[in-house]
């Protein structure tokens, strides 16, 4: 759902670019942030409803394990469903951003000097690469777990149930802390705003020059 939650509010800003930042103020964040916690806290809830014995596993360690089958594989298709209407949404999301920058850039071309321009057709193929790199690796980590879910619905790996949840912690880790690390890798005014507040570099301080105006009479 952060992902989800991150994706809108970029989404927000091509669609509202006049009122996109008044719609993440107040109470509204807040709403944000409720959804992200409430979604998971809400859904992990369910877990409760299962009964729940401890078994000792091949490697002799003791592990929980679901005594109610059925609830657990409705569990796990409510879980599949849920990601892939995130992973629908995601796609479609960076797609339509990724098309809106691509026609912006290309207006700008054609209004922008030629000296100028060769300039800003660079700026923008790096923006766009970074742009594409940062969605191409979110969409494909949650492609992964919706990949996994749908392999251990069907039954294809054959993975027991320490295997399969060893592979999907560790890929829902990953997903869920990708993103402060991509955006400091891709997002220069965002690296140089946290180096700045580390104390790393120095404000630039912008000095503006008054140029003395004769008239004559």
């Known amino acids: 759902m952060s992902v989800s939650v991150l994706a809108s509010n970029r989404l927000s800003v091509m669609l509202f670019p006049t009122s996109f930042h ?18 998971g806290l809400l859904i992990g809830l369910a877990t409760f ?25 409705r569990f796990f298709a409510i879980g599949g469903v ?15 951003l990724f098309i809106v920058i691509r026609r912006r850039q290309k207006k700008m071309h054609t209004s ?35 990949i996994l879910f749908i392999f251990k619905g069907a039954d294809i790996l054959a993975f027991t149930s320490d295997q ?3 592979v999907y912690n560790a890929v829902s880790d990953l997903y869920a802390s990708i993103n402060p690390y991509l955006l400091w ?3 220069d005014s965002l690296r140089k705003y946290i180096l700045q507040r ?11 020059s008054v140029t003395p105006i004769t008239f004559v009479l």
């Open 22 to 39: 008044k719609m993440w103020m107040g109470y509204r964040l807040w709403v944000a942030i409720a959804i992200q916690y409430l979604t």
């Open 49 to 73: 409803f299962n009964e729940v014995q401890l078994f000792r596993n091949g490697k002799n360690g003791i592990v929980p394990k679901f005594l109610n089958t059925t609830l657990t594989n």
């Open 82 to 96: 849920f990601l892939l209407v995130n992973c629908i949404y995601l796609v479609g999301t960076y797609c339509y």
């Open 112 to 146: 922008t000097p030629m000296i100028i321009k060769s300039r800003t057709k660079e700026r923008a193929k790096m923006r766009e690469a970074r742009l594409f790199t940062m969605s191409t690796i979110i969409v494909g980590v949650q492609l992964c777990i919706l």
């Open 164 to 166: 399969f949840y060893l």
């Open 185 to 187: 890798v891709f997002s």
């Open 198 to 208: 580390l104390g790393f570099i120095k404000k630039n301080k912008n000095i503006t």
